[in-house]
């Protein structure tokens, strides 16, 4: 039987990849953060034509959207660490250790803890929409799937955490 | 550990080598090694069988318990 291609260094080239381009939009949404609140003109340029975009409850909300953006791109770094943790210890030939069980339920975590942030931005927009009725059709983009990702990772987490287990009972068995 | 392995006496009375049991119970040495100097944590049935068969004994002949020793280190 043919072993399938390794596709580790590629999957690690591509965490890294991604941990680079998600530093790059937080520092963005930090700067737009910033630009905001020293030029308040910049935000309200944007909303300009939309009915109630002048109120401060929306700038506000604007800016909150933009914080929990940025606690989004740091949930997203957290998921991208640790699965780089895991594939590095692909790369190092001992994956089956407790330490990726704990990983993987720290992912579950960061995960679940990234679709509350969704959450809470469309509580946000949401909010905002009541001075701003152009914008109450907004798509938050909430989808079952990541849900549905985080109680796999959790189960995931578990299995590890068992089978690592198991395999520590076997080691010394002759 | 309280469970004393008596493999070396064994293959001592049979006039038996690491090497030849190796070969006979299908065991690499390495293993058979780690049983014999007491480094193992557990032993299968069928390599309990395999080596009885081989030196013809009973399981009490190669196993013992010796509370006087420490226990096991998780």
Redesign the interface.
Known sequence: MTRPPNALPLARLLIRGLIVLNALYACAIGVLLVATLIYPKLLFDALVGLDGADAWQVRAALRAVVIVGIAGAYVVYRVLRELLAIVDTVRDGDPFVAGNARRLQAIAWWVLAGEGLRLLVGAIVLGASRFVPAIDNIDVGFSFAPWLAVLLLFVLARVFDEGTRMRADLEGTV | MAIVVRLDEKLHERRMTLTELSERVD?TVA??S??KTG??????FS?LEAICAVLDCQPGDLLAFDPTQPPQEE
């Open positions: 065991i293993n058979l780690i049983l480094k193992a944590k557990a032993i299968r390599t």
